[in-house]
């Protein structure tokens, strides 16, 4: 019961991770030409798009790299992990998400305290909160860790199972 609970709120996240990185994208691209088109065929820049597609990617980015997590596409030394047998490839594997898992955490309560500082500011050109821009940090670290324990759970369950 509390397995399937946890199955069906993880796909959940999946799709909304997807989901999101694909409006994101969308709207970024739309910003960015949009921003091209007033520049250079109408030759008056709109001073908001250049801030918005930069904070458009910052969302983008943290949310792209916890489904970089999800399909295990981060940078990593296989070559010198292919050298162990696969329980030990398993274990190491444990050790290094344990590692990440934990920067995961650090950096999630790190970023709450940099929202509490950020809230008052305002962006200078699109004139909104900077702690929407910030709080990218705080939710990517979340869908993050998210993705790492689950591939936590995938290793230990390897290695009970050989």
């Given at each position: 019961?509390?397995?399937?609970?946890?199955?069906?709120?993880?796909?959940?996240?999946?799709?909304?991770?997807?989901?999101?990185?694909?409006?994101?994208?969308?709207?970024?691209?739309?910003n960015v030409?949009?921003?091209?088109?007033?520049?250079?065929?109408?030759?008056?820049?709109?001073?908001?798009?250049?801030?918005?597609?930069?904070?458009?990617?910052?969302?983008?980015?943290?949310?792209?790299?916890?489904?970089?997590?999800?399909?295990?596409?981060?940078?990593?030394?296989?070559?010198?992990?292919?050298?162990?047998?696969?329980?030990?490839?398993?274990?190491?594997?444990?050790?290094?998400?344990?590692?990440?898992?934990?920067?995961?955490?650090?950096?999630?309560?790190?970023?709450?305290?940099?929202?509490?500082?950020?809230?008052?500011?305002?962006?200078?050109?699109?004139?909104?909160?900077?702690?929407?821009?910030?709080?990218?940090?705080?939710?990517?670290?979340?869908?993050?860790?998210?993705?790492?324990?689950?591939?936590?759970?995938?290793?230990v369950s390897?290695?009970?199972?050989?």
């Amino acid at each position: 019961m509390f397995s399937k609970l946890i199955r069906n709120i993880y796909r959940i996240v999946k799709i909304m991770e997807q989901n999101m990185v694909f409006v994101l994208l969308a709207i970024m691209v739309s910003n960015v030409a949009i921003g091209v088109f007033f520049r250079y065929v109408l030759n008056n820049s709109l001073p908001w798009t250049e801030e918005m597609a930069r904070y458009l990617m910052i969302w983008f980015a943290f949310i792209g790299m916890a489904i970089a997590f999800r399909d295990e596409e981060h940078v990593n030394v296989s070559f010198v992990l292919n050298l162990f047998p696969i329980p030990i490839r398993n274990f190491i594997k444990i050790i290094s998400y344990l590692l990440v898992l934990f920067f995961l955490v650090t950096l999630f309560f790190q970023s709450l305290n940099v929202l509490r500082v950020v809230k008052i500011q305002i962006s200078p050109a699109l004139g909104i909160p900077m702690i929407y821009p910030y709080l990218a940090v705080t939710f990517g670290s979340i869908l993050m860790a998210i993705e790492v324990i689950s591939l936590l759970c995938a290793n230990v369950s390897a290695i009970f199972k050989e």
